[in-house]
C-alpha cells in the first residue's frame, strides 16, 4: 500500500499496487498495466519479465513511436515494474529506448508505483509498464 496517494481525476494515479491487484484511482485491476499520465490504462497479457524479453513486441514500437500520447511526444522515462523482485531487460529490448533518448527503469513493481506517481506530480513525459504483482514473481 502507499501512504495515501490521492487520486487525481486528471491523471492515472496508482493508489494501490499489492499481490493480485493494482490500482488506478481506486479502480482494481488484475493483470498487468501499460499506464499512461492522462488517457487510457492498458491491460496486458504479459506476466514475467521473459514476456518482454522479446525486442519485437508491438508495446515496445507503440512506446518508440510517442503513439501513446496525446500530443504524439516520446516519454521521457520508461518505467518497468518488474513484479515483486527486480529483474531487467536483455539490451537488444532497452537499446531502441536509449537511442531514441528514452531513459528506462526497471525496478519492482511496487517501486515503480511510486516512482511513476512522483514523476507524474512533477508534470514529467513518465510511461510505466507494470507487472502485476504476483506470489511466483
Known sequence: MFAEAKPNPQQNTITSCVNG???INKTPFASS???????????????????????????????LSGALSENGEKPEVLIIGTGNR?????????????????????MTSGSAARSYNVLISEDRR????ILLPTEEN
Open 86 to 106: 527486480q529483474a531487467f531487460l536483455p539490451p537488444s529490448v532497452l537499446a531502441p529506448f536509449y537511442q531514441a533518448g528514452i531513459g528506462v527503469e526497471c
Open 33 to 63: 498495466l501499460l499506464i499512461t499520465p492522462i488517457g487510457s490504462v492498458r491491460e496486458l497479457s504479459a506476466r514475467t519479465v521473459q514476456d518482454l524479453s522479446t525486442p519485437d513486441l508491438p508495446v515496445w514500437t507503440e512506446i
Open 21 to 23: 491487484s493494482i490500482e
Open 126 to 129: 513518465v510511461l510505466t509498464l
